[in-house]
């Protein structure tokens, strides 16, 4: 793992653990789901750690449990050498000022009801920060490259792409250190999605703050992101620098996901070896023993089943979490 | 170049809104060949959707719609609506993005295919039971036996997938139209789904329709590429010839703001899609293209050949110079 020195967020051995309560009338039935399963990374300052994967891999969980909007079962989450999980409610405010999150669904995370301007105004407001909130509004506007009359209206007179503008604006208002995007180009159109990436790292560049990017769209993660995190069933499988993961992947996972992508380019689709990955990922009620990609990986001998793979720095400088690495 | 199986002459779709007239498709010209996969490519709003719902008959009340489609030369635009239903999931068939709400929940998967073959072929129980079964082995489900017992809850979304492929081509449809098949499915199970469609294409002969947001996917399956932009086709031809050197101004666009490897920056197209309530006069992109010229609003470019494409561009042989590749 990296130094601390640098790092603006650590997080150790997080576990969240979901119960799933059937009540069939005869018998109630608790089941637990392991959505995170001892997960660590790090998160530099100015940097974007991408954290990509399927659904039900986690990366969701692993983005709220950061910012407490829900409870870890265990483990740390250090901010600037504090640890969050440990905090109470008032001390938690304080800190969460300088943590936010832009959602994916730009039309379900504004109040249609509130003008642009107060749902930005909102956080500061909350906050009880003082001062003209009507200039750092028009201020925030422009910064993410909207005008600053924009204020007066309401979300409907707005499209997709503007409406996440003005979500990451609200975002912006606290002036925080880290930002979890959660999917926040994933229901954009291409057209439209390249903008809005530009302005996530104009913005890093002029403020330096850090991005946790939660995406399943690789190329557009290999495109922001300095570090790279790939989950599988709640667990980190590989870990390390872009170029290295992209380049050379090291778990046969990480090398399965890339060769399914689709890339824009008819040549190189038509010509390139493809790993066809049997079945679907496994229920996380019920995760395989041993490494938890075995059931779907052609290397799977009984030391996976028997024995869970640790992550191990690899040649090429990532970690990886494999008994047979690439 | 074969006659086409699937032909649509400039199809128009005009939906009456609370708004006014939201005109959906303004004049599209399709055509499918036997056995070709054409991709249908364009972001939201663009039409590609509400074209091939309306060729099946699939649109509410609300929208008016003129043009011509023929399928093996039988016009379906204006047909009684028996006419079409004995078209619609035989000769014609349909996937959705959704498949949990193309599955009836309380129905074994097995009698749902029975039930699509029974309804246009003269099959017994036991022998359109037997093809159900074949039919699940096909769309690569694993015991298929056992599977066709099973309820639509008892499958994962790329299970369902399947089925709902199976039940298509259950009819051995001429033409397969597949709309957003793989978006709502995880990247490793997109490519299993892509391969099913590619395998009934080949085993069949099906011609098949993939409508997909998606440049990589039509990268990877398509023969042939339709780009759609504001209600109408911008431009037309080989998936070679789209990729390589397209000479359409959006489909420019489009190709470049996809992010690829070592490339500092995006290239956004600027604005946003137009409003189809109003929609522009001349040509729908131009208020966001960078090109535009004056005669480019006065009026709409239609669909001619240029080198080796189809485009509605009338900029097109003077922005020959400088492009992509």
Redesign the interface.
């Known amino acids: 793992m990296n130094t601390q020195s640098d790092a603006l967020l650590s997080v150790r051995n997080l576990v969240k653990n979901f119960e799933l309560r059937a009540n069939s009338g005869l018998r109630k039935t608790k089941r637990i789901v392991q959505a995170v399963a001892d997960v660590s990374f790090d998160v530099k300052v100015g940097q974007t750690l991408g954290l990509v994967g399927e659904s039900g891999s986690g990366k969701t969980t692993v983005g709220r449990s950061v910012l407490q909007l829900i409870q870890p079962t265990s483990g740390e989450v250090i901010f600037e050498g504090q640890d969050l999980t440990k905090m109470s409610f008032e001390q938690l405010r304080d800190v969460r000022r300088q943590m936010q999150i832009v959602f994916q669904d730009p039309f379900a995370s504004l109040d249609p009801k509130m003008t642009v301007g107060s749902s930005i105004a909102e956080p500061l407001v909350v906050q009880g920060v003082a001062g003209n909130h009507q200039d750092k509004v028009a201020e925030l506007l422009d910064l993410v490259g909207l005008a600053a009359d924009h204020a007066k209206r309401f979300p409907h007179e707005f499209s997709g792409g503007q409406r996440q503008r003005v979500g990451i604006a609200r975002a912006l208002a606290l002036d925080p250190k880290l930002i979890v995007l959660d999917e926040p180009v994933s229901a954009l159109d291409v057209s439209i999605q390249a903008g809005v990436v530009n302005l996530f790292s104009d913005l890093q560049k002029r403020l330096g703050m850090s991005y946790i990017f939660i995406a399943h769209d690789l190329s557009v993660v290999r495109h922001i992101a300095d570090h790279v995190a790939v989950m599988y069933l709640g667990k980190i499988v590989e870990l390390g620098e872009k170029d290295a993961v992209y380049r050379n992947p090291s778990h046969p996972y990480t090398k399965a996901l890339l060769s399914a992508v689709p890339l824009p380019d008819p040549k190189v689709e038509r010509s390139r070896h493809r790993i066809m990955l049997e079945g679907d990922v496994p229920s996380p009620v019920n995760p395989p023993t041993g490494c938890r990609f075995r059931t779907r990986c052609w290397k799977a001998t009984d030391l996976c089943a028997a024995e869970e793979p640790q992550l191990v720095v690899r040649p090429t400088g990532q970690q990886s979490a494999c008994h047979f690495p690439e | 170049m074969s006659e086409s199986v699937l032909k649509i002459r400039d199809l128009r779709v005009t939906f009456n809104t609370q708004l006014g007239e939201l005109r959906a498709v303004r004049g599209v010209d399709v055509d499918v060949t036997p056995g070709e996969i054409l991709g249908v490519v364009g972001?939201?709003g663009s039409g590609k959707s509400v074209s091939f719902l309306a060729a099946m008959g699939l649109l509410p009340k609300s929208a008016t719609i003129t043009g011509s489609v023929e399928l093996d030369g039988v016009e379906l635009i204006g047909a009684g609506r028996k006419a079409i239903r004995s078209v619609r999931g035989k000769s014609l068939a349909m996937v959705f993005q959704d498949p949990l709400s193309a599955l009836n929940p309380v129905h074994r998967v097995g009698d749902q295919i029975v039930e699509m073959i029974q309804s246009h072929q003269d099959m017994n129980t036991h022998d359109a039971g037997k093809k159900a079964i074949e039919l699940l082995e096909i769309v690569g489900i694993p015991q298929p036996d056992e599977r066709a017992l099973q309820y639509p809850h008892e499958f994962?979304?790329?299970?369902r997938q399947r089925v709902v492929i199976a039940m298509a081509i259950a009819n051995n449809p001429k033409v397969l139209i597949a709309d957003e098949p793989t978006t709502a499915l995880?990247?490793?199970?997109?490519?299993?789904i892509?391969?099913v469609i590619q395998r009934v294409q080949q085993t069949f002969g099906t011609a098949v329709v993939l409508i997909t947001?998606?440049?990589?996917?039509?990268?990877?399956v398509a023969d042939s590429v339709n780009v759609m932009y504001a209600g109408r086709n911008v431009e037309s031809g080989s998936?070679?010839s789209i990729?390589d050197h397209p000479s359409h101004p959006y489909t420019r666009?489009?190709?470049s703001?996809?992010?690829?490897?070592g490339?500092e920056?995006?290239?956004?197209?600027a604005g946003?899609?137009p409003n189809m309530l109003a929609p522009p006069s001349g040509c729908g992109f131009a208020p966001r293209c960078q090109h535009a010229i004056e005669a480019c609003s006065a009026e709409l470019p239609s669909l001619s050949p240029f080198e080796d494409l189809l485009t509605s561009c009338i900029r097109a042989d003077e922005l020959r110079v400088g492009r992509r590749s």
């Open positions: 972001e939201s994962s979304g790329g299970m995880d990247v490793t199970v997109q490519a299993q892509l391969e947001h998606d440049l990589g996917v039509i990268a990877r998936v070679q990729f666009g489009l190709l703001s996809l992010p690829h490897e490339i920056r995006l290239h956004p197209i946003f899609p």
